[in-house]
């Protein structure tokens, strides 16, 4: 049975920053895509971040490039999103995915294994 668990979220001030982290069970980490989504109340899913299998290729929204950063250690089976710069509109619940295959995709149908998410809220 495949887990996702994401922790790390919780109550910072616009401008500061926060780590989130993504452990993993019952998969072969280190041959699937991990990604990061958020979803604000009232919001569709939005796609954040992602890096492939093997770490050479990353993506990032425009709406956090320059402030996030996406890292995986495949030993550890974790992935990791340091955000920085934060703002208030960064307020979402964050998940975690793994994907269908090792390389990026844009397709929300290829991110196969979810966790529950962790709460990110930023105050002005």
């Known amino acids: 049975q495949v887990k996702v668990v994401e922790s790390g979220g919780g109550l910072v001030q616009a401008g500061g920053s926060l780590r989130l982290s993504c452990t993993t069970s019952?998969?072969?980490?280190?041959?699937?895509?991990m990604g990061w989504f958020r979803q604000a109340p009232g919001k569709e899913r939005e796609r954040l971040s992602g890096?492939?299998?093997?770490?050479?290729?990353?993506y990032y929204a425009d709406a956090v490039k320059g402030r996030f950063t996406v890292s995986r250690d495949n030993p550890k089976r974790t992935l990791y999103l340091q955000m920085n710069s934060l703002k208030p509109e960064d307020t979402a619940m964050y998940y975690c995915?793994?994907?269908?295959?090792?390389?990026?995709?844009?397709?929300?149908?290829?991110?196969?294994?979810w966790g529950q998410g962790t709460q990110v809220t930023v105050s002005s």
């Open positions: 019952g998969l072969i980490f280190e041959y699937v895509a």
């Open positions: 995915a793994a994907a269908r295959y090792s390389f990026l995709t844009e397709r929300l149908s290829e991110w196969e294994h």
């Open positions: 890096i492939s299998a093997n770490g050479r290729d990353t």
